[in-house]
């Protein structure tokens, strides 16, 4: 479910104007990140900005691993480990049915969603989180947050947030050298990218390039794998998002 313009709840429901809770001024939160700059400290970074907006527990997932075997997709989080074990794969079913599309029109926008009731959560934590995706070079991370039941959610501060984490992550020197490493592709996979994107079928490419049809297949295939698209159409559509192609 989708934020509406008003501002709601925890459990989604809509709070007037005068009932929402108080949150340290824009201006302090900038002066506090600025102060974090290059301290490569991405955990107090995430600590801080969920503070700002009301939020118990945070968990920081780079979308590109989701689908590997294991936790590695979590950077930094302060969710019970249990719920990040139990929740991981459903993260990563959901990010695999979800289009490019889709996953453009998701960045900076806050979503909820329910966990699953046969999750134990600590007292009080409402069941229902909130979810943001934004970029840092190539990589789409989602910042998930957890709430204490009650506690009021303003659209305007989940969107502040979103783009404070991405400034947050972006100047965290160990996540932007990881981001750079897992996402290089190849001059040649580059290439392949370029042509699919200009329209040319792989025995075409083949031709351009001096080399056969499956080994285009094959790059095309690891540029689909690297980016965590699914089609050439998402791997164009990537391409271009990202300045690629």
Same mark, same amino acid.
């Given at each position: 479910?989708? /934020?509406?313009?008003?501002?709601?709840?925890?459990?989604?429901? %809509?709070?007037p104007?005068?009932?929402?809770?108080? /949150?340290?001024?824009?201006?302090? /939160?900038?002066?506090?990140?600025?102060?974090?700059?290059?301290?490569?400290? #991405?955990?107090?970074?995430?600590? &801080?900005?969920?503070?700002?907006?009301?939020?118990?527990?945070?968990?920081?997932?780079?979308?590109?691993?989701?689908?590997?075997?294991? &936790?590695?997709?979590?950077v930094?989080?302060?969710? %019970?480990?249990? &719920?990040?074990?139990? #929740?991981?794969?459903?993260?990563?079913?959901?990010?695999?049915?979800?289009?490019?599309?889709?996953?453009?029109?998701?960045?900076?926008?806050?979503?909820?969603? @329910?966990l699953?009731?046969? !999750?134990?959560?600590?007292?009080?934590?409402?069941?229902?989180?909130?979810?943001?995706?934004?970029?840092?070079?190539?990589?789409?991370?989602?910042?998930? #947050?957890?709430?204490?039941?009650?506690? @009021?959610?303003?659209?305007?501060?989940?969107?502040?947030?979103? #783009?404070?984490a991405?400034?947050?992550?972006?100047?965290?020197?160990?996540?932007?050298?990881?981001?750079?490493?897992?996402?290089?592709?190849?001059?040649?996979? /580059?290439?392949?990218?370029?042509?699919?994107?200009?329209?040319?079928?792989?025995?075409?490419?083949?031709? !351009? &390039?001096?080399?056969?049809?499956?080994?285009?297949?094959?790059?095309?295939?690891?540029?689909?794998?690297?980016?965590?698209t699914?089609?050439?159409?998402?791997?164009?559509?990537?391409?271009?998002?990202?300045?690629?192609?």
């Amino acid at each position: 479910m989708e /934020l509406s313009g008003m501002d709601v709840s925890a459990q989604g429901r %809509p709070i007037p104007e005068n009932d929402r809770t108080p /949150l340290m001024s824009r201006d302090e /939160l900038v002066r506090r990140l600025s102060a974090l700059a290059g301290s490569q400290n #991405l955990q107090v970074i995430m600590r &801080l900005l969920a503070d700002h907006v009301g939020a118990s527990h945070f968990l920081l997932a780079r979308y590109d691993l989701i689908q590997e075997q294991g &936790l590695d997709f979590i950077v930094t989080s302060n969710w %019970p480990f249990d &719920l990040v074990r139990r #929740l991981g794969s459903e993260l990563a079913s959901a990010y695999t049915r979800s289009t490019e599309l889709e996953k453009c029109f998701s960045v900076l926008t806050p979503s909820f969603a @329910i966990l699953p009731d046969e !999750i134990v959560l600590p007292e009080k934590l409402s069941r229902q989180y909130c979810a943001l995706t934004f970029s840092v070079g190539r990589t789409r991370f989602s910042l998930m #947050l957890l709430f204490v039941e009650g506690v @009021i959610l303003s659209q305007q501060h989940l969107r502040e947030i979103g #783009l404070l984490a991405a400034y947050g992550a972006s100047f965290v020197e160990s996540v932007e050298s990881r981001t750079e490493r897992d996402f290089e592709l190849t001059e040649r996979e /580059l290439e392949c990218l370029f042509w699919i994107a200009e329209g040319k079928t792989s025995d075409e490419i083949a031709v !351009i &390039l001096g080399i056969s049809r499956n080994t285009i297949n094959n790059y095309i295939t690891s540029v689909m794998r690297k980016t965590a698209t699914k089609t050439r159409s998402e791997a164009i559509a990537y391409a271009v998002r990202n300045n690629l192609v």
